[in-house]
Nanobody
Framework: VQLQACGGGLVQPGDSLRLSCTASVLTFSGWTMGWFRRAPGKEREFVAA????????SYTDSVKGRFTISRDNAEKTVTLQMNNLKPEDTAVYFCAASNRLIYSSLHNQDAYPYWGQGTQVTVSS
């Protein structure tokens, strides 16, 4: 399984960015797709996830109301729409995938065996 993420960049506070991640899997709909990030000097943390195309999504508190995760099963792509970006959103963003995890493990990065290469998001004035 290969994950290819793109869409990062340098933006100003209040701007928007859209990250995308495409997966090389046969049946994308059965996969849980997650986004994680690692800020400078910090541990990698959960951002958002979409659980197996069930309509169940989850977000870390700091991005609720600003970020939206969505998926296109036909294109085998998961997208993270990030609005009203803040300097504290600056990080390397990673997409991750699992076809086995249970919902209670959605925030657990160890439950995702497949990872993309990361894309840099920098929010600065």
């Amino acid at each position: 399984v290969q994950l290819q993420a793109c869409g990062g960049g340098l933006v100003q506070p209040g701007d928007s960015l859209r990250l995308s991640c495409t997966a090389s899997v046969l049946t994308f709909s059965g996969w849980t797709m997650g986004w994680f990030r690692r800020a400078p000097g910090k541990e990698r943390e959960f951002v958002a996830a979409d659980f197996r195309s069930t309509g169940r999504t989850s977000y870390t508190d700091s991005v609720k109301g600003r970020f939206t995760i969505s998926r296109d099963n036909a294109e085998k792509t998961v997208t993270l729409q990030m609005n009203n970006l803040k300097p504290e959103d600056t990080a390397v963003y990673f997409c991750a995938a699992s076809n086995r995890l249970i919902y209670s493990s959605l925030h657990n990065q160890d439950a995702y065996p497949y990872w993309g290469q990361g894309t840099q998001v920098t929010v600065s004035s």
